[in-house]
């Protein structure tokens, strides 16, 4: 049997949902899909921090203050100086921010309900279970998980052979 291509598969579908979503939100709104992932994060922990933000979407902190630079100049967010942490910046929505936040959550349940179509409530849920079990277990790799285990031949050559 053919090894499934999971990680392709996996890599190819974000792409694809994630420009469909770009699309759409693009259209509508004028903002990206990492730009309305972080205002709808925000309608729910605002005040957070942009280091928070960054754990919470996947990204890298210089890419999360790149698309906060982006998001204050369209007047969507705002951050302020954390009174706790002089380091730190926390992010809260302004009104037009907040007022997309809130109209894109109908754009999100149709777009998953149109990649669900035709599935049954039972393959929804294992879909939803391989998902979360998939990241559950890339998330726990450590540097070391993937290596090739440890034989005493390689390609057919002695390691004993290699070490002269």
């Known amino acids: 049997m053919l090894e499934p291509r999971v990680f392709h598969l996996l890599h190819l579908s974000y792409k694809a949902i994630f420009r469909a979503a770009d699309r759409v939100l693009m259209s509508r709104y004028g903002i990206s899909a990492a730009q309305n992932a972080m205002l709808l994060y925000l309608l729910k922990h605002e005040g957070a921090t942009m280091g928070q933000v960054a754990v919470a979407l996947g990204l890298k902190n210089a890419a999360t203050s790149g698309l906060v630079d982006r998001m204050e100049k369209k007047d969507l967010l705002e951050r302020r100086p954390s009174a706790s942490d002089g380091r730190a910046y926390e992010l809260y929505l302004l009104k037009y921010g907040r007022d997309i936040a809130e109209q894109s959550k109908s754009v999100i349940r149709a777009s998953n309900e149109r990649m669900l ?14 998902l979360e079990k998939i990241i559950e277990r890339a998330n726990s790799f450590g540097v070391h998980d993937l290596d090739e285990p440890d034989d005493t031949e390689q390609d057919g050559i002695d390691q004993k052979d290699n070490e002269q």
């Open 117 to 130: 179509e035709g599935f049954s409530d039972d393959e929804r849920a294992l879909i939803a279970g391989f």
